[in-house]
């Protein structure tokens, strides 16, 4: 048993090298929490990125065979190889696309403010109503259903879920968790990315950038500085301008 043990480890340890030697970016997941359902999900939507998972003593001796000892330190308990040949902020974007809302589940972090909405819960008179009013949710019978007054919030970010607002979340099919493959870190060309640093908005970062553009365009046509793309608006106010005096002149 012993030798088939180490036999198969060491069979294991040339095929995880050997496969990280094929890609020129390598990242590290957590496992930790992470169902295998929505890993089987990721890798069906994800096709440019491979995810293998492995034991980590194995993964540690692969990393050290191909001198990525900086990666070592900092592999999580369960850990996923996550390889692609993309860069480091697509591999995470692509990722992050993949992500699953999921039920609370009790004795867990709310990870954001829980709020139930204002408006027609769907529910029928009766016990329901009492539930709702456990979890101080202001609500009243309309016709068939029970109506919800204001928006309220049953859990804020960093509390404790318990057993009534988990009863409440179910009956109104509101998933609060959000579930994503945790994402340690990417490397790329010798840099080290925590996820802190990959997960950027990328949608935000191209309109900034459009502001920008259009905020030195003005400036340089304000103060009279001459270049391809200040030129055209340039002569544009300096027409319009002229068209005005022209006018104050023939007064």
Do not use: C
């Not at 293998?52 to 540690?60: D, E, P, R, Y």
């Not at 802190?196 to 340089?220: F, H, T």
């Amino acid at each position: 048993m012993t030798r088939h043990l180490k036999a198969w480890r060491f069979k294991e340890l040339d095929i995880i090298a050997g496969t990280l030697g094929k890609y020129k970016t390598i990242g590290i997941g957590d496992l930790n929490n992470f169902p295998s359902a929505l890993l089987h999900k990721l890798r069906k939507n994800a096709p440019d990125i491979t995810f293998k998972v492995t034991n980590k003593n194995i993964l540690k001796m692969a990393l050290d065979k191909i001198n990525q000892k900086d990666i070592i330190e900092k592999l999580p308990n369960q850990p996923i190889l996550i390889l692609s040949n993309d860069n480091a902020f697509e591999i995470y974007s692509e990722i992050k696309k993949n992500k699953s809302k999921s039920k609370a589940k009790v004795g867990m972090i709310s990870p954001i403010d829980i709020v139930i909405p204002a408006g027609d819960t769907g529910l029928t008179p009766g016990p329901a109503l009492s539930d709702l009013k456990k979890v101080n949710i202001k609500a009243q019978v309309k016709g068939a259903t029970i109506f919800v007054t204001k928006d309220t919030v049953i859990a804020k970010e960093g509390d404790i879920i318990n057993e009534d607002i988990v009863s409440i979340l179910s009956k109104l099919d509101i998933k609060p968790v959000e579930l994503i493959l945790d994402v340690v870190f990417i490397k790329e060309d010798g840099i080290i990315y925590s996820k802190d640093v990959l997960d950027v908005d990328a949608e935000a970062i191209y309109d900034n950038l459009i502001m920008a553009v259009r905020q030195s365009i003005n400036l340089g046509v304000e103060a009279g500085y001459a270049t391809k793309m200040t030129i055209e608006p340039m002569i544009m106010m300096a027409e319009l301008k002229a068209q005005a005096l022209q006018k104050e002149v023939s007064k």
